[in-house]
Nanobody, 127 residues
């Protein structure tokens, strides 16, 4: 059974940086594409970023492109999301997710493409 656990997050001022991590256990992370989603109060859960099983392919929502960087360390079964130049609108619960399927890029933007989810970690950006 695959377990996904996020860590990091917290409170930061606008313009600051924060990093969240996601550790996958049960199966080696190299077999899964990993995604980050976020959900703000009263809003739908939205795609943030994803990284393919081969770490050379990464994907970003337009709202975070150029500010966020996703990476993975397969030896540690961990995926990272480095968030720079944070804005108050980035405030949300950030969820990590995993899918074993290989597909075209558009597949990884879709919430229902992922089989395993973490419990989420809160990121709050103050203005």
């Amino acid at each position: 059974q695959v377990q996904v656990v996020e860590s990091g997050g917290g409170l930061v001022q606008a313009g600051g940086s924060l990093s969240v991590s996601c550790e996958v256990s049960g199966r080696t992370v190299v077999r899964y594409a990993m995604g980050w989603f976020r959900q703000a109060p009263g809003k739908e859960r939205e795609f943030v970023s994803a990284i393919h099983q081969s770490a050379g392919r990464t994907y970003y929502a337009d709202s975070v492109k150029g500010r966020f960087t996703i990476s993975r360390d397969n030896a540690k079964n961990t995926v990272y999301l480095q968030m720079n130049k944070l804005k108050p609108e980035d405030t949300a619960v950030y969820y990590c997710a995993a899918t074993p399927r290989y597909s075209s890029s558009s597949y990884y933007y879709i919430r229902d493409s992922y089989d395993y989810w973490g419990q989420g970690t809160q990121v709050t950006v103050s203005s």
